[in-house]
């Protein structure tokens, strides 16, 4: 898969050194960043499409997914394929796919289903990888410094309103900045 945030350096990020088989990223938002810098988006929900479209990611809506499953995602061939539960609310799908995006290019080579795992907010036992997903996605969404510069002066569903995304993904964003 070529694609032009490849082509343009956007994936030369650090990697652990004791992953044998397994590239760890080590700064997620980092990534986040340079990505926003190199698209320059005017809004979050053109920035995820433009995104998607250059890692060739496809997304389909599934209304047959129950309440506890936000998306999946998988290789088929040359596409990846997120499958978006559409019972979510549009900020929420943002970040979800903002989330999956994070695996898709931190994760890829190790890239897989599990639909037994919950994967939303709340939960206490996220795994690494997911840390470093929802770490790209809240910043890829919510940059930091106008985050830093927001939070003081909007409560929690204004700043969710602002960025597009819902409440929980502010709430995990304030946690990871220590702020909240």
């Known amino acids: 898969m070529r694609s032009y945030l490849q082509s343009n350096s956007i994936t030369n ?5 004791e992953a044998s088989n397994i590239i760890i990223i080590t700064n997620p938002a980092l990534l986040a960043k340079k990505i926003r810098r190199k698209l320059k988006p005017k809004n979050n929900p053109r920035l995820i499409a433009d995104i998607a479209q250059s890692l060739n990611i496809v997304i389909c809506h599934v209304n047959s997914f129950n309440k506890e499953i936000n998306a999946v995602c998988f290789k088929n061939k040359q596409h990846y394929i997120i499958g978006l539960n559409t019972q979510n609310g549009r900020g929420k799908n943002l970040f979800v796919i903002a989330h999956e995006i994070g695996h898709v290019l ?3 080579k190790i890239l897989s289903i599990n639909l037994t795992k919950q994967h939303d907010l709340t939960n206490k036992k996220f795994s690494a990888m997911d840390i470093q997903a929802n770490t790209f996605a ?3 969404l919510m940059p930091e410094s106008v985050f830093r510069d927001k ?3 909007m409560n929690i569903e204004e700043l969710a309103n602002h960025f597009d995304v819902h409440q929980e993904a502010v709430s995990f964003w304030s946690r990871q900045l220590e702020i909240g």
């Open 13 to 17: 990020i650090e990697a652990s050194p």
């Open 106 to 108: 931190l994760h890829a």
């Open 138 to 140: 809240a910043e890829l």
């Open 151 to 153: 939070h003081p002066n």
